[in-house]
């Protein structure tokens, strides 16, 4: 059983998948218009409500910033890949999958989630190994980005990017070494984008079955960005080159 916590991430579950709450736990006197909200939906969709005191909600959530709300949901069912694919926002041209090597920090997970939904991406690809996977700081990070936005989960990350080649897509993964720009690219097909961790980058094998390796121009001493923000400016690149950026 997993916690979602927080007045968004709770909101955003109970409108796209409510069928996974099993009880919503509000801490007794918590008011307001959000939480009235939550209350009224819970009704509509016929999830238990308890009403408990705040230490209540604080062991499901300790050191958290929960608001005093927080819900028991079933264990996250990760999207196929073919799901993903199958994902396209309906404005846009071409398929546009974000494949994350290695991202071990919830917080960057989830706010790469939040931005690939708000850029119009397919999905997400995470592996099953060293690294992240979709937890209660996960969803609290992405601000509830996490239900909208389907997430695979797979044994091999080489294969998977060689089974996105078949069906056509190019493959970047974001190098900070590399020559080559993100705005050297015309990003025409189907675009895959491979990010990986801050300390190691994207890992030698994963790397060399990338197309293209490409950087993000910097003026600044520091070497590299926070991987989530690298996402956000490389992402919104691909959609300006597509003419979906503005």
Same mark, same amino acid.
């Given at each position: 059983?997993?916690?979602?916590?927080?007045?968004?991430?709770?909101?955003?579950? *109970?409108? !796209?998948?409510?069928?996974?709450? #099993?009880?919503?736990?509000?801490?007794?006197?918590? @008011?307001? +218009?959000?939480?009235?909200?939550?209350?009224?939906?819970?009704?509509?969709?016929?999830?238990?409500?308890?009403?408990?005191? @705040?230490?209540?909600?604080?062991?499901?959530?300790?050191? @958290?910033?929960?608001?005093?709300?927080?819900?028991?949901?079933?264990? @996250?069912?990760?999207?196929?890949?073919? #799901?993903?694919?199958?994902?396209?926002?309906?404005?846009?041209?071409?398929?546009?999958?974000?494949?994350?090597?290695? *991202? +071990?920090?919830?917080?960057?997970?989830? !706010?790469?989630?939040?931005?690939?939904?708000?850029?119009?991406?397919?999905?997400?690809?995470?592996?099953?190994?060293?690294?992240?996977?979709?937890?209660? !700081?996960?969803?609290?990070?992405?601000?509830?980005?996490?239900?909208?936005?389907? =997430? +695979?989960?797979?044994?091999?990350?080489?294969?998977?990017?060689?089974?996105?080649?078949?069906?056509?897509?190019?493959?970047?993964?974001?190098?900070?070494?590399?020559?080559? =720009?993100?705005? +050297?690219?015309?990003?025409?097909?189907?675009?895959?984008?491979?990010?990986?961790?801050?300390?190691? %980058?994207?890992?030698?094998?994963?790397?060399? !079955?990338?197309?293209?390796?490409?950087?993000?121009?910097?003026?600044?001493?520091?070497?590299?960005?926070?991987?989530?923000?690298?996402?956000?400016?490389?992402?919104? #690149?691909?959609?300006? =080159?597509? %003419?979906?950026?503005?």
């Amino acid at each position: 059983m997993q916690v979602i916590y927080g007045i968004n991430p709770l909101l955003e579950m *109970i409108l !796209s998948d409510p069928g996974q709450l #099993e009880k919503i736990i509000v801490a007794d006197g918590r @008011r307001g +218009a959000e939480v009235r909200k939550i209350l009224r939906l819970a009704d509509e969709h016929r999830i238990p409500v308890e009403i408990g005191d @705040r230490e209540r909600v604080e062991k499901l959530a300790p050191h @958290r910033v929960h608001q005093g709300v927080a819900a028991l949901c079933r264990e @996250r069912a990760y999207a196929t890949v073919d #799901e993903v694919i199958a994902n396209r926002h309906q404005r846009s041209k071409h398929n546009l999958v974000v494949l994350l090597d290695s *991202i +071990a920090d919830p917080q960057n997970l989830g !706010s790469i989630i939040r931005t690939a939904h708000c850029c119009g991406a397919n999905g997400i690809i995470i592996p099953e190994n060293r690294a992240a996977a979709v937890t209660a !700081s996960v969803v609290k990070a992405s601000a509830g980005a996490a239900h909208l936005l389907p =997430t +695979a989960r797979v044994g091999n990350l080489v294969r998977t990017i060689e089974y996105l080649k078949e069906r056509g897509f190019w493959i970047y993964g974001a190098d900070a070494a590399s020559d080559r =720009t993100i705005h +050297a690219p015309s990003y025409d097909g189907h675009v895959g984008l491979v990010m990986g961790s801050e300390g190691q %980058g994207i890992r030698p094998l994963v790397r060399k !079955s990338c197309d293209f390796l490409i950087s993000i121009p910097l003026r600044g001493k520091l070497a590299s960005l926070n991987v989530s923000v690298a996402a956000g400016i490389i992402l919104h #690149e691909i959609l300006r =080159t597509w %003419g979906e950026g503005s």
